[in-house]
């Protein structure tokens, strides 16, 4: 089988894209409430401040995780901004879907 395929299929069996567009809020809802005089200072006020985008997957091996994985990427921008990233968010994800980790920056 083709590893395109294969990944693909994995990712839309376990829905990791939705998965991922779906913590990307709830981060976002944590961040503006947990640190809101830092959210306002970057412009980040409500769900309206901000526009979510997938931006891609990957499969991966690395030495830092002893285990295959998908890596699934939502890029944050503000609305205004152009095309100026502001927010990096990606899930890992194990081959069977588990949620292995989430990372959530502001830049």
Do not use: Q
Not at 89 to 99: H, P, S
Request: net charge negative; aromatic share 20%.
């Amino acid at each position: 089988m083709d590893i395109r395929k294969e990944l693909d299929e994995i990712v839309g069996k376990y829905e990791l894209v939705k998965r991922t567009a779906d913590r990307f809020w709830k981060n976002y809802d944590s961040y503006l409430e947990e640190e809101p005089e830092e959210s306002r200072e970057f412009g980040f006020v409500d769900r309206d401040s901000v526009r979510a985008e997938f931006y891609g997957y990957y499969y991966g091996v690395s030495n830092n995780l002893d285990f295959e994985h998908i890596k699934v990427y939502v890029d944050g921008y503000r609305k205004g901004d152009g095309k100026c990233r502001a927010i990096s968010f990606w899930c890992i994800y194990r081959m069977d879907g588990e949620l292995f980790d989430d990372y959530f920056v502001v830049e």
